[in-house]
């Protein structure tokens, strides 16, 4: 008879590490917010969320038909990787009539949304080392990205008072012969701010004296924008199409966030690099938001009557908070030219001590505060680089941001500006 074994299995303790890659990356602040907001409001609390850049308005309804009808109609297998022809057609079209950009439809790359394209464009060009310039404020997923792609975010701060635009020269002493790319985003997220032509062309000659470095232009904000305040793509200045990728989408204007539609365009040896980065990752974007996104753009010159209304409602809001928030003692504001946020200095209220609450000592605690008290939830500036300032995104109903300004305006009163303004 076979002698059992009186000595007990030995146990293996799984490892559980991650990769030192995940784990050099912070998780989103606008996200956690986000959820946090939501998680409230489904508690029966009255939260007032105005965290995410996601437009109050209705997909316009042509677009939606288009979507519902490509279901009718069988449009629901897979899509080429890199897009359908008929739309990677039209976006062609719409960069040249628009932007004044040539672009052939072999140089252009549909993804599910425009984070997709940056974020495969940063792993296209990006080796471990390089350097990923990036303006401050700036919008939270940049930093991490340039992380996942092993490379290191280098960020050149701006000011208030400059209306948040970089400083050439300051640009100049951030570069390096590992400066691999340099991420613009105009219109702003956060700030709204938008860089003028004359400016564009400045950095655009500081780049042209580096042989490796290349622009990521994220053009998604580009049809909200506010008269006089003109939309210039980096990639129409002289000498700077060879080696810009610019991204655009569907999400923001078009109203379309759900939909989960960008692209990226540029030189062909780029452009396919990302298109080989989503071969193996998503494969090509939905069917049927690429036959909303082509009625999208048959809508007529920057989304036509469409965005223009849209566009209209965000300027009343923003003129409404703008002249609210102006009232409030203490407070810096730098009024966004394009894109649905405000990015406003409260820091003269840090040091303030709240009964029940304790300090306010940055950014982080000024929104805690205010979600706790007021319970308008709103996203931290150090999420994007600038801790003296919060964003409050007006990508909701005119009443609904008047309510959340008087809760907010009752919070900050039995706030007493710590620093004499």
Same mark, same amino acid.
């Given at each position: %008879?076979?002698?059992?074994?009186?000595?007990?299995?030995?146990?293996?303790?799984?490892?559980?590490?991650?990769?030192?890659?995940?784990?050099?990356?912070?998780?989103?602040?606008?996200?956690?917010?986000?959820?946090?907001?939501?998680?409230?409001?489904?508690?029966?609390?009255?939260?007032?969320?105005?965290?995410?850049?996601?437009?109050?308005?209705?997909?316009?309804?042509?677009?939606?038909?288009?979507?519902?009808?490509?279901?009718?109609?069988?449009?629901?297998?897979?899509?080429?990787?890199?897009?359908?022809?008929?739309?990677?057609?039209?976006?062609?079209?719409?960069?040249? !009539?628009?932007?004044?950009?040539? &672009?052939?439809?072999?140089?252009?790359?549909?993804?599910?949304?425009?984070?997709?394209?940056?974020?495969?464009?940063?792993?296209?060009?990006?080796?471990?080392?390089?350097?990923?310039?990036?303006?401050?404020?700036?919008?939270?997923?940049?930093?991490? %990205?340039?992380?996942?792609?092993?490379?290191?975010?280098?960020?050149?701060?701006?000011?208030?008072?400059?209306?948040?635009?970089?400083?050439?020269?300051?640009?100049?002493?951030?570069?390096?012969?590992?400066?691999?790319?340099?991420?613009? +985003?105009? $219109?702003?997220?956060?700030?709204?701010?938008?860089?003028?032509?004359?400016?564009? !062309?400045?950095?655009?000659?500081?780049? *042209?004296?580096?042989?490796?470095?290349?622009?990521?232009?994220?053009?998604?904000? !580009?049809?909200?924008?506010?008269?006089?305040?003109?939309?210039?793509?980096?990639?129409?200045?002289?000498?700077?199409?060879?080696?810009?990728?610019?991204?655009?989408?569907?999400?923001?204007?078009?109203? %379309?966030?759900?939909?989960?539609?960008?692209?990226?365009?540029?030189?062909?040896?780029?452009?396919?690099?990302?298109?080989?980065?989503?071969?193996?990752?998503?494969?090509? *974007?939905?069917?049927?938001?690429?036959?909303?996104?082509?009625?999208?753009?048959?809508?007529?010159?920057?989304?036509?009557?469409?965005?223009?209304?849209?566009?209209?409602?965000?300027?009343?809001?923003?003129?409404?908070?703008?002249?609210?928030?102006?009232?409030?003692?203490?407070?810096?504001?730098?009024?966004?030219?394009?894109?649905?946020?405000?990015?406003?200095?409260?820091?003269?209220?840090? /040091?303030?001590?709240?009964?029940?609450? /304790?300090?306010?000592?940055?950014?982080?605690?000024? +929104?805690?505060?205010?979600?706790?008290?007021?319970?308008?939830?709103?996203? $931290? /500036?150090?999420?994007?680089?600038?801790?003296?300032?919060?964003?409050?995104? &007006?990508?909701?109903?005119?009443?609904?941001?008047?309510?959340?300004?008087?809760?907010?305006?009752?919070?900050?009163?039995?706030?007493?500006?710590?620093?004499?303004?």
């Amino acid at each position: %008879m076979a002698k059992s074994s009186d000595t007990a299995a030995e146990v293996v303790e799984l490892d559980v590490s991650l990769s030192p890659r995940v784990n050099s990356v912070k998780p989103s602040k606008t996200v956690a917010i986000t959820d946090q907001a939501t998680a409230l409001a489904e508690a029966g609390v009255p939260v007032i969320r105005l965290a995410a850049g996601e437009p109050d308005f209705d997909t316009p309804a042509v677009i939606a038909e288009a979507g519902i009808n490509a279901i009718r109609e069988g449009y629901t297998r897979y899509s080429p990787n890199a897009g359908t022809q008929e739309l990677r057609a039209a976006i062609c079209k719409k960069l040249k !009539e628009e932007n004044g950009l040539s &672009y052939a439809p072999d140089q252009v790359v549909v993804s599910n949304g425009a984070k997709q394209s940056i974020i495969q464009a940063v792993l296209a060009v990006c080796s471990p080392g390089d350097e990923v310039v990036i303006p401050a404020p700036f919008w939270v997923s940049y930093p991490e %990205m340039a992380r996942l792609a092993d490379a290191e975010p280098v960020i050149v701060p701006t000011s208030i008072s400059e209306n948040f635009l970089m400083d050439p020269k300051v640009l100049q002493s951030k570069l390096t012969e590992k400066s691999r790319l340099l991420i613009l +985003c105009s $219109p702003s997220n956060p700030t709204g701010s938008v860089y003028p032509r004359e400016l564009l !062309e400045e950095i655009a000659k500081i780049v *042209a004296k580096h042989p490796r470095l290349l622009v990521l232009s994220d053009e998604i904000y !580009e049809h909200i924008i506010y008269e006089p305040s003109k939309h210039t793509s980096f990639a129409s200045l002289p000498g700077m199409w060879e080696r810009t990728l610019t991204v655009n989408g569907f999400s923001k204007a078009f109203a %379309m966030t759900g939909w989960r539609l960008g692209y990226i365009a540029g030189p062909k040896h780029f452009v396919s690099a990302c298109n080989k980065i989503q071969s193996q990752s998503t494969s090509g *974007a939905s069917s049927i938001s690429q036959k909303a996104a082509v009625a999208a753009l048959g809508l007529g010159y920057a989304g036509g009557e469409a965005v223009a209304t849209m566009v209209k409602a965000f300027r009343e809001r923003r003129d409404v908070l703008v002249k609210s928030f102006g009232e409030i003692k203490g407070v810096k504001i730098s009024e966004p030219q394009g894109a649905f946020y405000l990015f406003i200095d409260f820091s003269s209220y840090y /040091g303030s001590v709240v009964e029940g609450f /304790g300090e306010i000592v940055n950014s982080e605690s000024l +929104c805690r505060y205010l979600l706790d008290k007021a319970q308008v939830a709103l996203v $931290p /500036g150090v999420a994007f680089g600038d801790d003296t300032c919060i964003r409050i995104s &007006y990508a909701a109903s005119l009443p609904t941001l008047q309510a959340a300004v008087e809760r907010m305006k009752k919070a900050i009163v039995s706030l007493r500006p710590a620093v004499p303004v």
